[in-house]
């Protein structure tokens, strides 16, 4: 078995990349190592390591976008499994194996030999993604994080603060957008924002479908009617904590294979911390699946509960 660490340095606080090399060095297996310069090296490095055609293990070694890239590089060869070594800040698609998923995902020698399991992948325009696909003012606040980050007095926080501020109070919550998925006609009507689970976390702690599993078959769908600012401030935090159930008249669930959306201007659209932008955008389950390998112990199972669409918002 082959065993190919993809680190992304510039992942992670100042010193992660050091310390993670004195892990390696210990390690009683063969491996080998390789570093990402920019976007699109991590998905080179697996498409490369994929082709070889021997079976492989590929550790990426940053945060979700990192994994994106692998998965997307290794998706469909089932000589092929992927991990998350969480090296970066967020890593939200590992919260789903619970809060001590750090530190079992840095015990390496139990990461290498641990068990694996297809996964399903959501299909963006093409693009594929592991975890969460959101569209509408949650994906406007991340893709604009990054215009504060370089802000030399702004913390990490503190530049998602003054994205939020700029998007909530100045720019507007809600867009006018077409969206279908299932049964649920939406026509070109605001809408705060539309969410696709596969797996349950994101945004860097929001757990908007606490039922969603990556191996059901099942996508997981919320789209948020428009809400002026006081009720999206009320909201935000039942949203974050799925309990969505509880507000029917505020937010449609659906459960299914596939959402489409579009709009007359351009729509906003984040996949695993990736910014996409487009004006018409096809979401589905992928035909293609993803191993993926976790350590002896770990747990990403959660029982599935159900949620139907109100009858009154059947195409109309």
Same mark, same amino acid.
Request: charged share 25%; hydrophobic share 40%; with cysteine.
């Given at each position: 078995?082959?065993?190919?660490?993809?680190?992304?340095?510039?992942?992670?606080?100042?010193?992660?990349?050091?310390? @993670?090399?004195?892990?390696?060095?210990?390690?009683?297996?063969?491996? +080998?190592?390789?570093?990402?310069?920019?976007?699109?090296?991590?998905?080179?490095?697996?498409?490369?390591?994929?082709?070889?055609?021997?079976?492989?293990? #590929?550790?990426?070694?940053?945060?979700?976008?990192?994994?994106?890239?692998?998965?997307?590089?290794?998706?469909?060869?089932?000589?092929?499994?992927?991990?998350?070594?969480?090296? *970066?800040? *967020?890593?939200?698609?590992?919260?789903?194996?619970?809060?001590?998923?750090?530190?079992?995902?840095?015990? =390496?020698?139990?990461?290498?030999?641990?068990?694996?399991?297809?996964?399903? =992948?959501?299909?963006? &325009?093409?693009?594929?993604? #592991?975890?969460?696909?959101?569209?509408?003012?949650?994906?406007? #606040?991340?893709?604009?994080?990054?215009?504060?980050?370089?802000?030399?007095?702004?913390?990490?926080?503190?530049?998602?603060?003054?994205?939020? @501020? $700029?998007?909530?109070?100045? %720019?507007?919550?809600?867009?006018?957008?077409?969206?279908?998925?299932?049964?649920?006609?939406?026509?070109?009507?605001?809408?705060?924002?539309?969410?696709?689970?596969? *797996?349950?976390?994101?945004?860097?702690?929001?757990?908007?479908?606490?039922?969603?599993?990556?191996?059901?078959?099942?996508?997981?769908?919320?789209?948020?009617? %428009?809400?002026? #600012?006081?009720?999206?401030?009320?909201?935000?935090?039942?949203?974050?904590?799925?309990?969505?159930?509880?507000?029917?008249?505020?937010?449609?669930?659906?459960?299914?294979?596939?959402?489409?959306?579009?709009? $007359?201007?351009?729509?906003?659209?984040?996949?695993?911390?990736?910014?996409?932008?487009?004006?018409?955008?096809?979401?589905?389950?992928?035909?293609?699946?993803?191993?993926?390998?976790?350590?002896? *112990?770990?747990?990403?199972?959660? %029982?599935?509960?159900?949620?139907?669409?109100?009858?009154? +918002? &059947?195409?109309?």
């Amino acid at each position: 078995m082959r065993h190919l660490f993809i680190i992304n340095p510039a992942a992670g606080k100042k010193g992660s990349t050091g310390r @993670l090399e004195a892990m390696l060095d210990k390690l009683s297996f063969d491996h +080998e190592v390789v570093y990402t310069r920019g976007k699109g090296d991590a998905r080179r490095f697996a498409e490369e390591a994929v082709r070889a055609g021997e079976p492989v293990r #590929i550790y990426a070694c940053g945060g979700d976008g990192t994994l994106n890239e692998v998965v997307n590089g290794a998706a469909g060869c089932a000589h092929a499994a992927v991990t998350n070594v969480p090296k *970066g800040t *967020g890593n939200d698609f590992l919260k789903i194996f619970g809060p001590d998923y750090r530190e079992e995902f840095y015990n =390496l020698e139990a990461l290498a030999v641990g068990p694996e399991t297809p996964f399903d =992948l959501i299909d963006c &325009n093409s693009h594929l993604g #592991i975890d969460v696909v959101c569209a509408g003012v949650d994906a406007r #606040i991340a893709a604009d994080v990054h215009r504060y980050k370089d802000w030399w007095f702004v913390s990490g926080i503190g530049a998602y603060i003054l994205s939020l @501020l $700029e998007n909530v109070l100045f %720019k507007g919550i809600a867009r006018p957008m077409t969206v279908r998925m299932g049964e649920i006609c939406w026509e070109k009507r605001p809408a705060s924002l539309l969410c696709i689970c596969n *797996g349950r976390h994101y945004g860097g702690g929001f757990m908007p479908v606490g039922e969603a599993m990556p191996d059901d078959g099942v996508l997981d769908m919320l789209l948020v009617r %428009k809400v002026g #600012i006081i009720t999206f401030m009320r909201l935000v935090g039942k949203y974050a904590r799925g309990l969505y159930q509880q507000y029917p008249e505020l937010i449609l669930a659906y459960h299914g294979q596939e959402v489409s959306f579009s709009a $007359e201007e351009q729509i906003t659209v984040v996949v695993d911390g990736e910014v996409i932008r487009d004006r018409a955008f096809t979401v589905r389950l992928s035909e293609k699946q993803v191993n993926f390998f976790y350590p002896a *112990g770990a747990s990403y199972q959660r %029982k599935r509960g159900s949620s139907d669409a109100p009858d009154d +918002e &059947n195409c109309r």
